[in-house]
Nanobody
Framework: QVQLVESGGGLVRTGDSLRLSCAAS????????MGWFRQAPGKERECVAA????????TYVDPVKGRFTISRDNARNTVYLQMNSLKPEDTAVYYC?????????????????WGQGTQVTVSS
């Protein structure tokens, strides 16, 4: 089992920045690809960003490219999501997730472990 705990969400204004953190415990962190997902009311959960085990490969959903950056610190068992130039449409619950798949995937059903989520609200 992998336990994931997110932090860093909050209420911000358009154009502000936030940094989400996700602390992992339970199994060897570097064995897992890590991802950040979000789910807005009435919408499906989507993968915002994902990062490979060693951090050398990342992928982003188009609406956040150039604004969000995912990173990881395997020594600290932590993955981060730096969110800049936030927009009201970024408002959602953000979840951290881990997957043991060989290939980095953004398919929600392929992710094995999930955090409890942290709310991000961007006011206009």
């Amino acid at each position: 089992q992998v336990q994931l705990v997110e932090s860093g969400g909050g209420l911000v204004r358009t154009g502000d920045s936030l940094r989400l953190s996700c602390a992992a415990s339970g199994r060897t962190f570097s064995n897992y690809n890590m991802g950040w997902f979000r789910q807005a009311p009435g919408k499906e959960r989507e993968c915002v960003a994902a990062i490979s085990r060693g951090g050398g490969t990342t992928t982003y959903v188009d609406p956040v490219k150039g604004r969000f950056t995912i990173s990881r610190d395997n020594a600290r068992n932590t993955v981060y999501l730096q969110m800049n130039s936030l927009k009201p449409e970024d408002t959602a619950v953000y979840y951290c997730a881990a997957t043991a798949t060989y290939i980095l995937t953004t398919t929600t059903s392929r992710w094995d472990y999930w955090g409890q989520g942290t709310q991000v609200t961007v006011s206009s």
